[in-house]
């Protein structure tokens, strides 16, 4: 994935004077209005993939100027060229040019906040010293001089050696072009002029190159003796030999005499940029704007708890409501498109695969995205808004007593109304063991799909007694979604004490000023989590969804048909009219209940009996719940085939049928233990193809939705069988 | 409060109160400014702190806290940076007395 450049050229476009003739890294700290430069700089001409063997993703498109074409790669935000997370160690590996399948960038774009000089600085010291020809790009002018700061940009640019520093306003496009035609010229630009602000290093640096030969260049050598050699590295420091590995080991020792080197060369930077700073900036009394008005209202500890429940009820009430009439809409669709073609194919496997397999599965797919987008939409606007950072403060003394930390918020709400967006929305916590357990506690919340199961079952089978002004029912509902939430919990407690043990992160959390966010930029990013959402879930989702078909479709029997066209064809003699309707009505369900017995479906329901025999279930629960497995929302629909009521059956009919099931020796089959039992089963059972194809895309691996699929099967198991045991025992 | 007991007390209270190490980022009231004087580097993820400039000479204000004053808010360089208490204890400062 990495020579898109040379692949990409079409012949008609050699003729062009110039290609793509060079590959440019926007490289700078986070936040600091990178991604909104960047599609500034590319539009639509970009393309989304990932880093090989992580979860990263590279953003790379290409910048048009005049006649030339230049390949921008959008970096992950770092602070330094020491990478402590996963994205920063992509960032700094891209730029170092030891990224597995990527070049060494012919230039760099640095991204420079006006608001946040200071940090900014730090990074752009040891960028400048990588002597890579590079220009600055500086964002946030028009904040910055709101918040009263004046830079004086000739004397900045002198300061870092004479490197050119273009100011934009990425949002009205000013100074834009400017920084066009400096990105294109980049391959004629001469390197950096190295700061060296830090002699010493410099000094030791050069005697490890002497030793070292021509494979280490300065810059390497530097951020080597800083590192030393670890696990991170270990690709580019091989090849050292044992001479120089010694020598590194003694220079070291020199420079830092045991203090930690990340935090001697912060000492050294930042006095350097606290100097700086005093000579390039003017701050001058803050303009109170709308801003930092809000922002010092909404960071008051009371207030601003109260503004974060009120957006997060916002965000959990659209998510949930205002998806509803697309998702019912989607759904209708679907039903209606896969009838019609259904009758015009006639009645034969092909018309039943299209209809029941392929537009089934598409819809299934589909069905996800208005609460994808609504949820994606709200996170990007907070994110660009500034929002995010200050929910996850305010929220992390109370997500860090139960072992996640503030980021974990939003994931956790949004699994309220489906898991596979909030999965998805876990992103923005930067710790991967914080973000996994987050993964594994988000679908116990009670998601949308399991709604009408429990209302299903709770309407039949819990009487509705007053307790109270409370009624057992929708206490009942209601003791559901505390059990997800306890059992959220308690697996994300377990998860950090045992295999995600480890080391608390440094809750260092910028809090950036509010911002208006960029609609351009939000529109990209929204378009991206649903292209991302159908290409790599989708696929999974749709698969699962065509297997569940031939399972209760196939394999057919020659006798069914005919046998319920006989009937058919005697009810039509005998009857008219609506009773005639009912009865033909009643003997097509009869014998699409016949044919899913004797189906794979019907027959692994059978199979399986035994095991769910102590739980209380019979083989149509059984089958039920085996064909909820790709999606609980479809055991409904299952039942009322099962039942042989018709897969489109309302609750009434459906539950009366549900009452009057049972054993050969005439029990009930659903007793109120047995019913306990599995609204427990369905509050942890891990039943979503959707959910998993998810978190194996967002962990990049299949162990954590395997894992997460048979640990929350065995929970669902047990604690029914606890349940219909102590019930009936 | 602390501050005004301070200021009306002589200079030599202050210095021995710094001196005795009692006042770190995370003894810093609502509103009060500091500079940093020392950071105990002890701790991995205190040296992460000081790559987001929490270094010697940074002059930082706490201006605000999560409910139960845990996280912090500090201002550093014009910048919004949250701290937790267990980290803030790292960092030694000698406060700013406003006016002086």
Known sequence: MAKPAEIRVSPDKITVRRGIQATVAVVGNPNSGKSTLFNRLTGLKQRIGNYPGVTVERHVGILRWKDTQTELVDLPGTHSLSPHSLEEQIAVDVVLGRMEGSRRPDGLVAVLDATNLYQGLFLL??????????????????????????????????????????????????????????????????????LSVWPELTRAAEKLCNIAGESLRLAESERLLVDGITERNQSFATGLGSETEALLHVLREEIFSGKPPISVEAQVRYDWVRKTLASVQQSLPPFQGWRSRITRFVNQPVAGTIGLFLVMAIVFQAVFAWATPVMDFIDATTATVGASIGDALGENAFSSLIADGVIAGVGSVIIFLPQILILFLFIILLEDLGYLARAAYLMDRTMRSVGLSGQSIIPMISSFACAVPGIMATRVIPNRRDRIATIMAAPFMTCSARLPVYALLIAAFVPPHRIGFLNLQGLVLFGLYMFGIVMGILTALLMRKTALRGPKPPFALMLPEFRRPNLQTVFFQLLGRARIFLRRAGTVIFTVAVVVWALAYYPRSDDIRPAADKQIAIATETLTGEALDGEIRKINNLAAATQLEQSWLGRAGKVVEPVFRPLGWDWRVSAAVIAGFPAREVVIAVLGTVYAVGDDADEATLSSRLKSSSWPDGSPVFTLPMVIGLLIFYACCLQCAATLAVIRRETNTWRWPVFAWVYMTTIGYFGALLAFQVGTG | MRIIIIYFLNGTWLKKAMEMGSYTLATLKRGEKGIIKSVDTSDPQVQRLMVLGLVEGAEIEHTNSAIGGDPIEFRLFGSGISLRQEHARYFQVSPIVAGG
């Open chain 1, 125 to 194: 010291q040891q960028l400048v010293d990588l002597e890579m020809p590079m220009v600055v790009a500086m964002t946030m002018n028009d904040a910055a001089m709101q918040g009263g700061i004046k830079i004086d940009i000739e004397a900045l640019s002198a300061a870092l050696g004479g490197v050119r520093i273009c100011p934009v306003v990425a949002t009205s496009g000013a100074g834009m072009d400017a920084l066009r035609e400096a990105i294109a010229s980049l391959p004629e630009t001469g390197p950096t002029q190295r």
